[in-house]
DNA sequence: GAGTTGACTTCAG
DNA sequence: GCTGAAGCCAACT
């Protein structure tokens, strides 16, 4: 374990935080926002590995459909799913409702 | 040390 | 417009 790589993973978890109630965000957004849009697959290995760390709003990172891709990885079935709507966000059949509408974009709000 | 895998993305048919 | 296959980078085995 260097501590370069757990920056990197830090920076994903410290952008997952940042992700606004009720908003939601892909993983190639996060890895540009990151400067690793080619390594959006590595952002979706730090959220894996979050679930051994901190309480990181996994539920509000998914693909760029929209679609919870992720949702297999907690624990319940449609648990990714119960989280999202809590929040206001529709999800419909592992896919998110106005997913353009809620995306929130790192590299542009930050 | 080398090969496989993966919570993705994008190009091609 | 939708489905299929290839590409990318880092971690895991």
Redesign the pocket.
Known sequence: MKAE?LN?FNQVYEVAKLIPYGRVT????I?NYLG?S????????A?????NMEHIP??R?V???GLL??????EGTNL?QQLLESEGIKVIENQIQDFEAIFWNPSKEL
């Open positions: 790589s990197f892909s993983y190639g957004a890895a690793a080619r390594s959006a697959r590595m952002v979706g290995y959220m894996n590995a979050s679930h996994a539920h990172v693909n760029r459909k891709t992720g949702k297999h990885h907690f990714m």
